[in-house]
C-alpha cells in the first residue's frame, strides 16, 4: 500500500513518513483486535475450567453421600440381622462393611482426585490469564507508543512545511 508514499520516503531520507496514518492506524487497530481475541479465548478457557472443577466437586460430593448412605444401610441391616439370627448376621456384617469400606475409600479417593484436578485446572486457568493480560497490556502499549510517535511526526511535518 501506497507505493508513491513508500518511494518518497525513501528518497527524502524519512522526511515523509514511510507509513501514513490510516495505514498505522489499522495496524493498531489489528493489534488490539487480536489481544481482545485472545483475552476472550482466555476467559473461555477457564470458565470451561471452572465448569470441570464445578463438576469434579459435584461428583465428588455425590460419591460422599452414596458412602454416608450405604454405611446408614449396612448398620440398619447389621441391627435387624443380628436380632433374627446371630450366626448369618456376622457374616452378612463382614460382607457389608467391606463393601462400605471400599465405596468409602474409593469416595476419598475420586474427591482427592476431584481437588487435584480441580486446582492444577484453577492454576493453569490462572496462568494462562496473566499470560493472556501481560500480553494484551504490552501489545496495547505498543500501539499507544506508534500513536504517539506518529503524532509527534505529523506535528512535525505540519510544522516544517509552515
Do not use: C, P, W
Not at 522526511?15 to 487480536?34: G, M
Not at 466437586?57 to 444401610?73: D, F, G, I, N, S
Not at 447389621?78 to 474409593?106: L, M, S, W
Amino acid at each position: 500500500m501506497g507505493l508513491i508514499r513508500k518511494t518518497l520516503s525513501i528518497s527524502t531520507l524519512g522526511l515523509v513518513d514511510y507509513r501514513s496514518k490510516k495505514e498505522l492506524l489499522r495496524r493498531a487497530e489489528r493489534a488490539s483486535r487480536t489481544a481482545q481475541a485472545e483475552l476472550a479465548g482466555e476467559q473461555a478457557a477457564r470458565a470451561a475450567a471452572d465448569e470441570r472443577i464445578a463438576a469434579a466437586e459435584k461428583r465428588a460430593r455425590q460419591a460422599e453421600l452414596l458412602a454416608t448412605k450405604e454405611a446408614k444401610k449396612s448398620e440398619a441391616a447389621k441391627v435387624k440381622r443380628r436380632d433374627r439370627r446371630r450366626g448369618a448376621a456376622a457374616q452378612a456384617i463382614d460382607a457389608i462393611e467391606g463393601f462400605v469400606t471400599t465405596n468409602e475409600e474409593h469416595a476419598k479417593e475420586l474427591s482427592r482426585r476431584g481437588r487435584r484436578a480441580a486446582a492444577k485446572a484453577a492454576k493453569r486457568a490462572e496462568a494462562a490469564a496473566a499470560d493472556a493480560r501481560k500480553r494484551a497490556r504490552k501489545e496495547g502499549r505498543r500501539a499507544k507508543k506508534r500513536l504517539q510517535d506518529l503524532g509527534e511526526r505529523v506535528t512535525e511535518a505540519a510544522e516544517e512545511r509552515r
